[in-house]
Every structure is written in C-alpha cells, then in structure tokens.
C-alpha cells in the first residue's frame, strides 16, 4: 500500500523567509503532484512531476522529484502573505489511475 | 480555462436517504475520478472511471457507493443509503489521459448527513 507523508504539518513563516515542505512515499513512483488548497476551496494544480529529478517552478515556488529517494521538495522562496494555504502532495500509482495524498502542510506567512 | 463544475455545491440529506452528486467534467478529458475530503482531513481516492467503466476503486467505495456516466457529459457519484460518516466534500475530477498530465479538480460538494 502506497504510504505519502508530508512534513512539516503546519509551517508558520515570516514574510520574506525560505522554507522547503517535503514529501516522502513509499513505493517506487515516477509521478508526483503539488496542489494547493485554500479554506473550503477545490485543490489548485501547482506542478506535475514526471520523472526522475524533475525541477519545475513558478513565481516564488519550485518543486522537485528525487524517485531513488522516494522524495520530492516544495521550496518557498521569499514568502508572501498570499502564499498561505494548505499544500498536498500527491503520488500516482503505477497505473496512473488513482492519487495517494500527504496529509498536507498548512503554510502560514505573516506578515 | 476548462474548468470541472460539480452541483450541488452544497446539500443536507438525513442520514439512510440516497443521494447523487453530479459532474461535469472537462470536455476532451476521458479520465474521471472521485475523491473525499472529511473536514480537517486528508484527500482520499474513492474511484477512477474510464471507457465507462471503473479503472480503479479503494475501500472505502463499497457497495453503498456506484457511478456512472449517463450521458456524453455527467459524471454521477450516488450514495444509495448515506451514514453520517458520509459527511465530506466530495470532489469530482478529471484528466486526458492517465496521470501524465494534469489532474484537474472541481469546486467540490459539501455533503452534510444528519
């Protein structure tokens, strides 16, 4: 059974810092997703991540897949208030038909 | 951009009452999903349906739970006899083709049983 774990839970920052939310699972993967989710909200496709040491970014987020690791890292440059949300990751099975989730880092910026 | 719409956004039902929860999923996507969120909780995967016909299920999609796909646009979850461990908001969502790309999630529906 596919196991994904996020660390931190909660993560309280201040505006301008860096921090890095990571996700481990348990099973070999080539396919990883980061959402974001804002209270009450639908889930917001930030990146997809399909292969060994995939880097993607956009604006102030970058995301990365380490398959041999079983990791991938969701780094925050230079945080903004307006970055606080609730962010999952998500591991395809191998079939691609179904979405395991972490349990979700909920990021709070002050300002 | 295509977007996923899911009605009703929000519905109260008494519990042991059967409900349906209806999609729209994007128009070229042929991939299409189900998950729940309990409140405070994480996303879990309740079903994947593709050629008309389920892909890929979890156990918590037992026989209470079914779906399908009535006509070229809906894509229904029905809940026959709703506990109030049913209580969540369920997401519809769907893709092109299988996890290669982006997976995009509707607006959810609150699901309250009493």
């Known amino acids: 059974e596919l196991k994904v774990e996020q660390n931190p839970l909660f993560l309280s920052m201040q505006e301008g810092k860096n921090y890095t939310i990571y996700c481990n699972y348990s099973t070999t993967s080539d396919r990883l997703y980061w959402y974001r989710q804002d209270p009450g909200k639908s889930l917001e496709s930030l990146f997809v991540?399909?292969?060994?040491?995939a880097v993607k970014q956009e604006g102030r987020l970058m995301a990365s897949l380490d398959t041999k690791a079983r990791l991938s890292t969701l780094h925050i440059t230079a945080a903004v208030h307006d970055l606080s949300a609730t962010y999952f990751c998500?591991?395809?099975?191998?079939?691609?038909?179904?979405?395991?989730f972490g349990g979700g880092t909920r990021l709070m910026v002050k300002p | 951009e295509p977007e996923v719409t899911q009605t009703p956004s929000h519905q109260v039902t008494q519990m042991g009452q059967e409900v349906i929860l209806r999609c729209v999923p994007i128009?070229?996507?042929?991939?299409f999903y189900w998950y729940r969120q309990i409140l405070g909780q994480k996303v879990e995967f309740l079903v994947s349906f593709y050629n008309n016909e389920i892909s890929e299920k979890s156990e918590i999609f037992d026989d209470q739970f079914s779906v399908e796909r009535p006509d070229g646009s809906n894509f229904t979850l029905k809940i026959r006899s709703t506990k109030l461990e049913d209580s969540a908001m369920y997401f519809c969502?769907?893709?092109?083709?299988?996890?290669?790309?982006?997976?995009?999630f509707g607006e959810g529906s609150w699901l309250t049983v009493v």
């Open positions: 128009s070229n996507h042929l991939y």
């Open positions: 998500a591991v395809s099975n191998n079939a691609g038909n179904m979405l395991t």
């Open positions: 991540l399909l292969s060994n040491g």
């Open positions: 969502a769907s893709s092109e083709g299988r996890a290669r790309g982006t997976i995009y």
